[in-house]
T-cell receptor
Framework: AQKVTQAQTEISVVEKEDVTLDCVYE???????LFWYKQPPSGELVFLIR??????QNEISGRYSWNFQKSTSSFNFTITASQVVDSAVYFC??????????????FGQGTELSVKP | EAQVTQNPRYLITVTGKKLTVTCSQN?????MSWYRQDPGLGLRQIYY???????DKGDVPEGYKVSRKEKRNFPLILESPSPNQTSLYFC??????????FGQGTRLTVV
């Protein structure tokens, strides 16, 4: 069965600390995409990154980096030198190719990150 | 600017009074869907559409209707809202399994 698990419900750090958000997934499919979304206090869902199942290269975008490891079915997200503006709920999501239902995204439960000054 | 636009952003209504939440996208996406977000339950798909006049149920369709008469629009209709439909609703559009872009969300309260 397809599933996304974000074991960390809440994380609290002090500004400038590095923080890693964990994501573990399960899928029957061999072709799939993984995503991270950010939900700030204002409520909208902001797309951060998409990775396909054939591309295990790590990606860096500014202070954000993502580590995709197929061997452990994980897609972890690291924020370097965190800032107060990073405070939000972060969702990891999975989209399967074959077993997909109308472009459905399967979301984890989210990790609430609080960055204190 | 590429976007998904939902209206209204906030809505308080009474039980049984029909309402429609509109959704429009300007990215020419074929796939559109509606999700609801509830504490402890996460984001769940309500309905989806793979093209004009093609819609189907998601995981939690009870109490909702949708229509897709034009590619850009995908309204969500609650014909007789009940308090258990109080939630944060998101419309999404995208290129199928390649992902989705979400609207700003509609916070609905049914009293």
């Amino acid at each position: 069965a397809q599933k996304v698990t974000q074991a960390q419900t809440e994380i609290s750090v002090v500004e400038k600390e590095d923080v890693t958000l964990d994501c573990v997934y399960e899928t029957r499919d061999t072709t799939y995409y993984l995503f991270w979304y950010k939900q700030p206090p204002s409520g909208e869902l902001v797309f951060l990154i998409r990775r396909n199942s054939f591309d295990e290269q790590n990606e860096i975008s500014g202070r954000y980096s993502w580590n995709f490891q197929k061997s452990t079915s994980s897609f972890n997200f690291t924020i370097t030198a965190s800032q107060v503006v990073d405070s939000a709920v972060y969702f990891c999501a999975l989209s399967e190719r074959v077993y997909n239902q109308g472009g459905k995204l399967i979301f984890g439960q989210g990790t609430e990150l609080s960055v204190k000054p | 600017e590429a976007q998904v636009t939902q209206n209204p952003r906030y809505l308080i209504t009474v039980t049984g009074k029909k309402l429609t939440v509109t959704c429009s996208q300007n990215m020419n996406h074929e796939y559109m869907s509606w999700y609801r977000q509830d504490p402890g339950l996460g984001l769940r798909q309500i309905y989806y559409s793979m093209n004009v006049e093609v819609t189907d149920k998601g995981d939690v369709p009870e109490g909702y209707k949708v229509s897709r008469k034009e590619k850009r629009n995908f309204p969500l209709i609650l014909e007789s809202p009940s308090p258990n439909q109080t939630s944060l609703y998101f419309c999404a559009s995208g290129p199928g399994f390649l992902g989705a872009f979400f609207g700003q969300g509609t916070r609905l309260t049914v009293v």
